[in-house]
């Protein structure tokens, strides 16, 4: 091994009677408080926080120091994930009545429609899937996907419903009360096709 190593056989000797050296023995020891500080935040600090509760603890050592161990033992934090946007309905947009009084029937396709909004997680972040039905199918007959949550994504998906069916006037729209059915755009794209609206 020496020969193949070419280290001298003294050498090999004289380290293994030395064993592990104080910087190695520092971070062995440093690396256990480490893991141990993750485990107690749950995985969701990473070096420069672990640097903060170690210092806290009395512990003298660099972050880069640190950073360097973490790596070593592969420990990263958990990155915790952003809040998806929810509804708004305080906004300055007028609100219509609530027309369909929680009656999701229809007798024929294209007089009830019911639209709302949804969040997928994803690696990347939230997705945000807005949706139109048709009640008497429960179909969904328009569909939209994006990285915001707004009015031009529940206008993509409306967009597409009425590609597909062109109703006639008079359909009901239902809707919740956010500020993206509320918003003039959406609200103009309704009643440019006689179509009324009704939220809740």
């Known amino acids: 091994m020496c020969s193949v190593l070419e280290v001298s056989e003294n050498g090999y ?14 971070d ?6 480490i893991e141990n500080a993750f485990q107690d935040t749950k995985g969701v600090y990473g070096s420069p926080r672990i640097h903060a509760e170690l210092k806290e603890q009395g512990i003298q050592c660099g972050r880069k120091r640190i950073v360097r161990l973490m ?6 934090a958990r990155r915790r994930r952003r809040k998806a946007q929810k509804t708004d309905s305080t906004h300055p947009f007028p609100l219509a009545p609530n027309l369909l009084k929680r009656d999701f029937t229809a007798e024929a396709p294209n007089q009830k429609w019911m639209t709302d909004m949804t969040f997928v997680a ?14 008497y199918s429960r179909k969904i007959i328009g ?17 597409m419903a009425l590609l597909q069916r062109a ?15 509320a918003s003039k755009g959406y609200q103009e ?3 440019q096709r006689g179509i009324q609206v009704s939220m809740s």
């Not at 790596?71 to 990263?76: D, E, G």
Request: charged share 25%; with cysteine; hydrophobic share 35%.
């Open 13 to 26: 000797f004289n380290w293994r009677k030395r064993g592990v050296c104080q910087r190695k023995l520092g």
């Open 28 to 33: 062995l020891q440093l690396t256990e408080r």
């Open 71 to 76: 790596q070593q033992q592969h420990i990263t």
């Open 122 to 135: 994803t690696s990347e972040g939230w997705l945000y899937l807005a949706g139109v039905m048709d009640a």
């Open 143 to 159: 569909w939209a996907m994006g990285k915001e949550h707004d009015a031009s994504l529940v206008k993509q998906a409306l967009q």
């Open 167 to 181: 109703p006639e006037a008079g359909l009901i729209h239902h809707s919740d009360r956010g500020s993206e059915y």
């Open 189 to 191: 794209m309704l009643h």
